[in-house]
């Protein structure tokens, strides 16, 4: 089974428009934590939010947002206001455990955001 | 900068050649991924470091992919005897390492592209 599921290859949104791109997840560790990276064409991979397993309250980056639903386990990015500059490809990624072990992250297939003016 | 450094940043070489590609990370980040990013994929896992522990080699595809790391500093990732499908991007990661925190992020270099002719 895919531990990180991104169903959206490809999304259009208008300039100053919200957008969510979804992710679900897959793992039977308690403890995990969620990561979104985003990828320009130029292929830097560059983070943007963070959301740990027993976190409260859903993570918030500026105009980064993430609507995190545990028992869904859905972890959904939003982009608020998006400018043109936010069309990149994005990364749903995932790291199980606290602490040791495996501390590589299992990325999505991602998501082709494009921003249309 | 004070960024991960990946040193080529384009090689291209003939089927059969042995390849080597070096990472630099982030001054004081004790943790050390290298991912490998097929065309229009994910990000997937091949090796970790961290400090002086034996490195996690679960995601190397074949023996001919092998890594090192000095201390706590530079890792070179050697593929040997290169086939077609070897093409790809090879991400390099760095990161802090806190035992009582998973929600260090990784911080990722520009990247190796690799061609095999």
């Known amino acids: 089974a895919q531990k990180i599921t991104q169903t959206q290859p490809g999304m259009f949104v208008q300039e100053k428009e919200a957008v969510t791109l979804d992710c679900t997840y897959d793992?039977?560790?308690?403890?995990?934590?969620l990561f979104w990276y985003k990828q320009p064409s130029s292929g830097e991979m560059i983070f943007l939010i963070y959301q740990g397993s027993y976190d409260q309250q859903n993570a918030t980056e500026g105009r980064y947002s993430l609507n995190f639903q545990k028992a869904r386990k859905s972890a959904n990015l939003v982009i608020s206001a998006s400018q043109l500059g936010d069309s990149a490809m994005y990364f749903c990624a995932m790291r199980e455990g606290p602490t040791g072990g495996r501390r590589a992250l299992t990325f999505g297939s991602g998501t082709r955001l494009q921003v249309q003016p | 900068g004070a960024g991960v450094s990946q040193s080529p940043s384009n090689k291209v070489t003939e089927k059969g050649k042995d390849v080597e590609l070096r990472c630099d990370p982030i001054s004081g980040h004790t943790a050390l991924y290298w991912y490998r990013q097929r065309l229009g994929q994910g990000l997937e896992f091949l090796i970790y470091?961290?400090?002086?522990?034996?490195?996690?080699k679960s995601g190397l595809p074949s023996d001919r992919f092998s890594a090192e790391r000095t201390g706590e500093s530079v890792s070179t990732l050697t593929i040997q005897r290169t086939q077609q499908e070897d093409s790809a991007v090879y991400l390099c990661?760095?990161?802090?390492?806190?035992?009582?925190?998973?929600?260090?992020?990784?911080?990722f270099g520009d990247g190796t592209r690799l061609s095999i002719l």
């Open positions: 470091f961290q400090g002086n522990s034996a490195p996690d």
């Open positions: 793992t039977s560790d308690p403890s995990y934590g």
């Open positions: 990661a760095s990161s802090l390492y806190r035992t009582d925190r998973s929600n260090q992020p990784q911080h």
